[in-house]
């Protein structure tokens, strides 16, 4: 029961701002331009930041797995600590986000995870044992759960239905600039310490404190918290999916509706399974790349981190090209881009399985590259869908409820699965099981396509009834 300092779980500092006072039309006109570019800049950069201070253990798995310090099972399990802590601390502060202030919410949990990654390199009792390490990047994992939902909700409430899949496409790419970022400061703190493995974790921290307070400086909250008119309004655009309301928010509790509108809703449902082995996939690359290229190509610490890297930067491209293709070619209709970026993804697996050891290393980064180009294009598919295909009011919960799964099973998978997988069966058994989960993860998307061409239909006539309608008024 909410009490007068929360509501519906949220503190009061942290809730989302009421309406503004309307503007006048000359000032929203100046102004809501101007507020979309800097909202969309603050949860792209505070997004990157989140991947500076994630999971760095995967950057720094070989020199510890060479050095003795853990071995492939225990790099899993540390791995994999984050991706349970932060898939559900993803659907779970998602219940929150909806119903906070993103200008707050972003950088509060960003910083968090920064100072947690920078006692991680800078305390040795914090990584003396296997226990402890997973436990402080568990915790790690729970303030990583406070990027994604503010940032989807800012998306819904700042950019409508017609032009949120490019907007989504090109604000994916922060996961990119992130994660090649964290490559870049790494190799830097690595070489500049003589390989000290707990500067790949101090160092970057130390960024996403600066990187939290420019989010902070930049985001604002809903376009009615600053007297401007919804998105829809302005854009004359309606949702896909009509908004909850009100009565119904304020009369219910939250699980109730997050029961009726998200975890019993079919479509959400197959997009969170489907998400589970884009990420097994995701994560099954990128994890233990740096593994495989020593342990079976030879390659040296510095090409494993320069394949972490290339795979972020080209994924950079393909989400951009998702987002064209999604639009031009498959005018909206998300799950045949999806079908369409998944089987150039399973090809160049198994391209990456059977190339001959002593193949070049650079022949390596370049389907190291193509997989990361392709694989990124259905992640972010993923929550575009079900921000589009859920009510506005519960978008970041429904993104939420995708990443739940696609974290705590997929990744497990990816991280502690793939490194059993290895120890115990070896590269092809490895190889065969993650173009297995390309098969599944097509089926399901497919089972997805029905429903999103029906919400595409009802999108269009909701347009056309609009049309009419000013018509009629003119």
Known sequence: MSTPTTRGGVPAFLR??????????AEIAKKYPVLRFQVFMGIFLGYAGFYLVRNNISLVSALLKSENILDTVAIGIIANAVFISYGLSKFFMATLSDRANARLFMPIGLALSGITNILLGTVPVLHASVLIFALVMFINGWFQGMGWPP???????WFSTSERGSKTAIWNCAHNVGGAG??????????????????????????SLIVALIAFILIRDTPESQGLPTIEEYRDDPAKTEAIDESEMESQSVWSIVWKHVLSNRTMLFLALANVFIYTLRYGVLSWTPVYLHDVHNGDLNAGIA?????????????????????????????????????GVGIFIAA?????????????????????????????????QAIDMAPRNVAG?????????????????????VGWIIKHFGWDVTFIFLIICTVLAVALLL???KDEKRLMESHAAARQNSEKTKETQR
């Open 16 to 25: 989302a701002l009421p309406a503004a006072p309307r503007l006048p039309e």
């Open 151 to 157: 940032s989807g909700r800012v998306l819904v409430h």
């Open 447 to 449: 089972g997805v396509g």
């Open 182 to 207: 964290v490559g870049i400061a790494a190799a830097w703190a690595l070489s500049f310490t003589g390989e000290q493995w707990q500067s790949a974790f101090w160092f970057p921290g130390i960024i």
């Open 307 to 343: 394949g972490f890297s290339f795979f972020e930067l080209t994924g950079i491209i393909g989400t951009l090209l998702c987002g064209i293709v999604s639009d031009k070619l498959f005018r909206g209709y998300r799950t045949g881009t999806g079908v369409l970026f998944l089987s």
């Open 397 to 417: 919960t429904a993104a939420g409820y995708t990443g739940l799964l696609g974290y705590v099973v997929g990744a497990t998978l990816a991280s502690t699965g």
């Open 352 to 384: 990456y399985w059977l190339v001959p050891t002593g193949t070049p290393i650079w022949v390596l980064m370049v389907i190291v590259a193509l997989i990361g180009g392709l694989i990124y294009g259905p992640v972010m598919l993923i929550g575009l």
